[in-house]
């Protein structure tokens, strides 16, 4: 963020705004593309919100897998959307939730003071960030504000997959790996509030988060390997990728849909082959092999907040770090073994 071109260091923000005199917040920046230690805490400009944006102080942040590679810049093909040489925005995070502090022009659903929360697209990792408005929700009354930061991205990634993507219907058998990460943990509990009958696939020290979501079955993959149980689903969420296509194919139905959805691989390209090898073998069987892009959609956002509401969904909590250990924060999400959420708390 840095917010480069709007910018408030050292000058009153806005009227009513009630940020103080200096308008400076603590931020993690970077200035280039690399591991967590090119993370800094810096003193910078609160940001001005523009037409249709809203200042959100900010209360809690999530990471995730895509806030690492967009930090690391590799694979490479990020740079594309996020900066060539360096990162676009030098504040990163995406996920967040808070409190209302000043609108933009031409914002009528939001007001100084409401707790909301959704995913900017300028930087959330700061006390201050300047959201869309269509970006955001009302925090549900029963969600703290590191249960709210810990759900955008991550479950509605989940929803699009399941609800979207594979049109989970009742009694339909679906099979979700990484079952205990960020997008796993949301799976499970969606896929169950569908009517399916739910396997999730994780490790030894995970099977009771897991079976706690919901999960019907649970298969630790350090001792099964799925692909040979002979079980067959009519829906599989691979958000690992541990195995071939074909391997994972071999556990599907013969109409059955697979969604790949690791954004892991090659330093240039990420997943891109997978990505494309998937299309290509669409052509050749009846089974669906449907990669696909997450999107923010504020509806799902609602859909996701009436789950929330209702205990359909409850956020999984790993760890918590406050800003200044932003790097460690990053650091462990990119080595993929996350039970649940990590948030940032300010
Ligand atoms: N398509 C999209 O638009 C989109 C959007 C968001 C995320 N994603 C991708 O979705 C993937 C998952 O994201 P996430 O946030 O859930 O990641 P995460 O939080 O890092 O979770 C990964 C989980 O998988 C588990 N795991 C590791 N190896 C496994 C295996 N062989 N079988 C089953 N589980 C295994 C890990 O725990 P253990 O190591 O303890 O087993 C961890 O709990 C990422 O690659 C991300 O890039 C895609």
């Known amino acids: 963020m840095e917010n480069e071109q709007r910018s408030n260091a050292g000058a009153p923000l806005m009227p009513g705004a009630n940020l103080g005199e ?49 930090m690391t810049g590799e694979p490479y093909m990020v740079r594309l959307v996020y900066g060539i040489r360096r990162p676009r925005h030098r504040v990163p995070g995406m996920d967040l939730a808070g409190v209302v502090a000043a609108v933009g022009k031409n914002v009528t659903t939001l007001r100084p003071g409401e707790k909301v929360f959704g995913w900017s697209t300028a930087g959330a990792l700061a006390e201050y960030a300047c959201v869309p408005a269509r970006n955001l929700v009302p925090v549900p009354a029963n969600l703290s504000f590191v249960d709210a930061a810990a759900v955008p991205t991550s479950a509605m990634t989940a929803l699009q997959a399941l609800r979207k993507i594979a049109n989970v219907r009742p009694g339909q058998t679906v099979l979700i790996t990484g079952a205990s990460g960020g997008v796993g943990s949301f799976a499970v509990q969606i896929a169950r509030a569908l009517g399916a009958e739910v396997t999730g696939v994780c490790s030894t020290r995970n099977v009771d988060l897991v079976r706690s979501l919901g999960a019907d079955h649970v298969i630790d993959y350090t001792r099964t ?68 892009m997450s999107v923010g959609k504020r509806q799902d956002l609602l859909t996701l907040t009436e789950m929330l509401l209702t205990g359909q969904v409850t956020p999984v909590i790993d760890r918590t770090y406050p800003l200044d250990e932003a790097a460690d924060a990053l650091r462990y999400v990119g080595a993929g073994h996350t039970q649940g959420k990590v948030v940032m708390t300010f």
């Open 225 to 292: 390997d799925f692909t040979r149980t002979g079980k067959l689903y009519d829906v599989i969420l691979d958000n690992v990728e541990a195995q071939s296509l074909t391997a994972v194919r071999q556990a599907l139905t013969a109409t059955g849909t697979l969604i790949p959805n690791s954004g892991r691989g090659g330093r240039w390209f990420g997943p891109l082959g997978r990505i494309v090898k998937a299309r290509v073998l669409s052509g050749f069987t009846r089974q669906l092999l449907l990669p696909f």
């Open 22 to 70: 200096t308008a400076t917040m603590r931020a993690a920046v970077q200035h280039r593309y690399g591991p967590p230690s090119v993370l800094e805490l810096s003193k910078i400009g609160v940001p001005l919100p523009g037409r249709g944006e809203v200042l959100v102080q900010v209360s809690a942040a999530s990471v995730h897998p895509g806030d690492y590679f967009v």
